[in-house]
């Protein structure tokens, strides 16, 4: 059969994703991802994840298939038919968090997130944040494992496992969602519109040390972190219309 124009396959490393690999390439070719109009993902959401970080300049659409442990954000596979699924596939547009973490060497980062930030306790001591939204301090003092901020797409994660609000995806909110909090106790989080800037201070941050995580970024030994949306840029991943993402948000919300 000759090659699939405009398709590039890629996978995780687990067995069953490098045998799919194997099997689409033997029946459709293989060509690079920097020449594709699609990029089939093969492997769990964390290699999705993987795969809108590496393939970000691209702006290429990613249809992904479930090839590894955990699959929401995957399609069903199936070899046959590769071509009809993705022409009629539902697109679904996300925009990405951006993450800037100061050190207490004073160093500056940067990451995106198309999950969450999470800010966790490095030590036995449970950490301690300020919390700001939009420059108005709205906790004084956090003491928790952590924080989170989670994205539609990522709320149904860590986020949810955290106790946190499933968002669906044209809500235009983020989730801001305290992991084992202490004090105060009857704090739960926060729904914030979605173009809010969170910032992050962390109190007694040499004896109770904070590290900053954007999807699997990590910045260790933080002082201030802010996070926000960054509506420039953006990816479009596709899903079977009988399986789209919208359906499965909706759905994980009256699961038991």
Known sequence: MSPLPGIACVASDAPAAQQ????????YGEIPPEAAGVIVALG???FMLETLHRYLELGVPIFGMHRGS???LMNGYDAAGLRERIARAAPVRIHP????????RRAEHEALAFNEVSLLRETRQTAKLRIS??????????SADGILVATPV?????????????IPLGAGVLALTPISAF????????????????????IEAEKRPVSAVADYTEVRDV?????????????????????????RVLKEQFLS
């Open 133 to 142: 939204v939009d420059h108005v301090v709205r906790v004084d003092e956090l």
């Open 70 to 72: 955990v699959g929401f």
């Open 183 to 202: 004090r105060p106790r009857r704090w739960r989080g926060a729904l914030l519109p979605h173009a809010a800037e969170v910032r992050f201070d962390i």
């Open 97 to 104: 968090l951006q993450m800037r973490a100061t050190d207490v």
């Open 44 to 46: 769990g959401d964390g």
């Open 223 to 247: 002082l201030s972190v802010t996070v926000r949306e960054n509506r420039d840029i953006a990816l479009t991943m596709l899903f079977d219309p009988e399986h789209n993402l919208e359906e």
């Open 20 to 27: 799919a690999l194997a099997e689409l390439q033997a029946l």
């Open 154 to 166: 990522g709320s149904t994660a860590y986020n949810f496992s955290a106790h946190g609000p499933i």
